[in-house]
């Protein structure tokens, strides 16, 4: 495929990606769009151009502040619609020749503001990397049996907060709480001095489901629209004083970070691999057939305040001990009921080497191997005005598909 669209070869919007996203234009106008290289397509007015004539929509549900309406369609809609849209953008299709809506619905990338892509009714965040799981559990209980002994068992969860989940480019404030240092018996209170990223990423469904419903491995993907880069931020030193019993509450609910395109499963499938051996075998409604995992390759920089970006970590989502299709079949297993636009993130992706962890816990061990950086500073965690920045995308011969970033900088605790 070659799109009359030009874009540079190692582009993460290529043909073969046609990612979803909702974007600010320069009239002020919200509306739901796509984008081929640096170029922002807005649907809304494609469909007002009657392009969408044969899916016999009922209204514009591209004018809107997210994409909720639009994946509620389901898959029987929305994948003749991304793959229409593909060949819509080739050489020599109508929209190629058809300069007045071109002129009209083209936008360059750096002329938009990009916002949440759907509205976010429900969270839930995995802990499902097996290495990540390892690491956290050496460091904090017990290096000879480091995972919990239910982990091998269930893909372990918990509900997060989805109001403060926010897009690329929103700056973050440093939590303040407790916290109780080591060589004290009483907690104090305070700006966390341990702030860290979570490298992890998210999909999201497009489906409703009643209370009592299930969803089983077989049919999960056809509830999950699309994923996203998902910066889940934590406050390691709050974290650790407050998880037990009931788990992260404060460390986590101050923000976590997105990256504003959706890229589709069906645009990920020629990446699609064989995930780790699961064993003990797992109980029957979390087996499943085929490859669930992708071969996404993961990458975070660290850039402090007036410098340039260190890269800190590779890792890669292929790595996932639990897939998605196991996460979505255990939420639903109890008869949890399912909402279009929920977002599930996946934990933090670490690999086997050092430099593939997934949070400046692992990558420092707990603070005592400080990274140096480029110009010479060393971090243990995360300073205020350092920016974060993961980027994720998958390479296949000639095909590349990717998500482009998500990028947010920390700013000091509000007093």
């Known amino acids: 495929m070659k799109s009359f669209i030009t874009y540079d070869s190692q582009s993460d919007f290529s043909i073969h990606n046609i990612p979803f996203g909702v974007a600010i234009l320069q009239d002020d106008s919200v509306v739901c769009v796509t984008r081929v290289g640096d170029t922002v397509i807005d649907l809304a007015y494609l469909y007002e151009k009657g392009y969408f004539d044969q899916f016999e929509l009922e209204e514009n549900l591209f004018e809107a502040f997210g994409l909720n309406e639009f994946i509620s369609l389901g898959k029987e809609i929305t994948v003749p619609f991304r793959e229409y849209l593909q060949q819509l953008f080739l050489e020599d299709s109508e ?8 002129t009209e619905a ?3 990338i750096d002329t938009v503001f990009m916002q949440l892509p759907v509205h976010i009714p429900n969270y839930t965040d995995f802990y499902s990397s097996i290495e990540h799981a390892t690491n956290v559990g050496k460091m904090f209980r017990d290096p000879e ?3 919990l002994p239910n982990w091998r068992h269930i893909p372990v969860g918990y509900h997060g907060r989805a109001s403060s989940i926010v897009v690329s480019g929103t700056p973050i404030h440093r939590p303040s709480g407790q916290s109780k240092p080591k060589d004290s018996d009483v907690p ?4 966390s001095q341990r702030l860290d990223f979570e490298l992890e990423v998210a999909f999201i469904t497009n489906a409703y489901t009643e209370l009592g419903e299930t969803i089983s491995t077989a049919d999960a993907e056809d509830n999950i629209f699309g994923l996203v880069l998902f910066n889940d931020w934590s406050a390691r030193d709050i974290q650790q004083w407050e998880y037990v019993p009931l788990g992260p509450f404060l460390a986590k609910n101050f923000g976590s970070s997105i990256s504003p395109w959706i890229v589709t499963l069906e645009a990920l499938a020629p990446f699609r691999t064989a995930g780790p051996k699961q064993e003990p075998e797992v109980f029957p409604y979390l087996q499943f057939e085929g490859n669930k995992n992708i071969d996404l ?5 660290l850039k402090p305040e007036s410098g340039v970006e ?3 970590c590779n890792s890669n989502f292929k790595y996932m001990y639990w897939n998605m299709s196991q996460q979505l079949a255990h939420h639903t297993i109890n008869g949890c009921n399912i909402e279009v636009g929920d977002m599930y993130a996946s934990g933090t992706i670490s690999g086997h080497t050092e430099d593939s962890f997934g949070s400046m816990l692992e990558l420092t061990w707990g603070g005592t191997k400080p990274l140096t950086l480029s110009d010479g500073t060393e971090r243990k965690f995360i300073n205020d005005n350092d920016t974060v920045i993961m980027r994720g995308w998958c390479e296949n011969g000639e095909i590349r598909v990717g998500f482009g970033e998500v990028e947010g900088k920390i700013l000091p605790a509000k007093a």
């Open 106 to 108: 083209f936008h360059f």
């Open 95 to 102: 929209l190629s020749k058809d300069e007045e809506t071109q």
């Open 188 to 191: 104090v209170f305070g700006p």
């Open 297 to 301: 390759k993961l990458q975070t920089t």
């Open 310 to 312: 260190n890269v800190i």
């Open 145 to 147: 049996n480091a995972l």
